[in-house]
């Protein structure tokens, strides 16, 4: 398999992005591909923020992964700053080739350069291979994960 | 009841705010309240982030109620923003009475105001009646939430 860069993603990445977040049992119900005018605004928010790490996953010039890593700084565990994981999506033609383990090992690595104590997500509970991937990378599914929609 | 206010955390509210962390089982564990120097630092570091929002509930002069809350862009949910609550703690003689709500009522009405489309938090397997009290408030428990140790 040919090399994978893993790198920020950029305005041109965004329809292959959406593709990938619009390519899933619980995405397709909620996003709309055909229209990228909301991605392209949330881009440049996030790009403006030092604290929001959006990537791609590029094999041969190929988006073929993505998350979101957020920095986010907090008074507890002694002021720890904790990573936040969100939006970890892999092309279907690379589930099980060690993409997404791959990319969850890019953010734990920025994060403990950025002084992290503590990486954090959150998986619905119908996700039951994700659940299994993330146990198998060292996490613990110690907590309930909460969703209001405002 | 004196009348309840809610507001940005100050330096001068740390002590308290630190007591509140360590004043529960878990947090006994991992806080130092006889040493704020960290806590200081961090308070520095969420004080200039203008997506932070650390805030003390006061009632009498008295800091009896804590919780942050991270506003947090995305793409994915059609380039959702979301509110991420963090580090929910209330004073042992205020439990019961309401202040846990007024203070989520508080991020959900400022988290609306800032356009965020979900709110989500985490809370330990072992926190039955929180997980009870989000409920009440509308919450679905639909996530894992997974942590792992940077």
Redesign the interface.
């Known amino acids: 398999m040919a090399d994978l860069e893993i790198r920020d993603a950029t305005a041109g990445d965004l329809p292959a992005?959406?593709a990938l977040?619009a390519d899933d049992p619980l995405?397709a119900q909620?996003?709309?591909p055909d229209d990228l005018t909301?991605?392209?605004?949330?881009?440049d928010?996030?790009s403006a923020?030092p604290?929001?790490h959006?990537v791609v996953a590029v094999r041969d010039g190929r988006v073929v992964g993505t998350l979101?890593l957020?920095i986010?700084?907090?008074?507890?565990?002694?002021?720890?700053?904790?990573?936040?994981v969100?939006?970890v999506r892999i092309h279907s033609d690379e589930r099980g080739s060690g993409l997404g383990s791959r990319l969850i090992e890019w953010a734990?690595d920025t994060?403990?350069r950025l002084d992290?104590?503590?990486?954090?997500?959150?998986?619905?509970?119908t996700r039951r291979d994700a659940?299994r991937f993330?146990?198998r990378?060292?996490?613990?599914?110690?907590?309930?994960?909460?969703?209001?929609?405002?």
């Not at 060292?138 to 929609?149: D, I, M, N, P």
């Open positions: 992005i959406v977040l995405g909620r996003e709309s909301p991605y392209a605004a949330a881009l928010r996030l923020d604290s929001q959006v979101q957020s986010i700084p907090g008074l507890s565990h002694k002021g720890a700053t904790r990573a936040l969100e939006a734990i994060s403990r992290c104590k503590m990486m954090q997500l959150t998986s619905d509970k659940h993330y146990e990378l060292g996490f613990t599914a110690s907590h309930e994960g909460f969703k209001l929609r405002l």
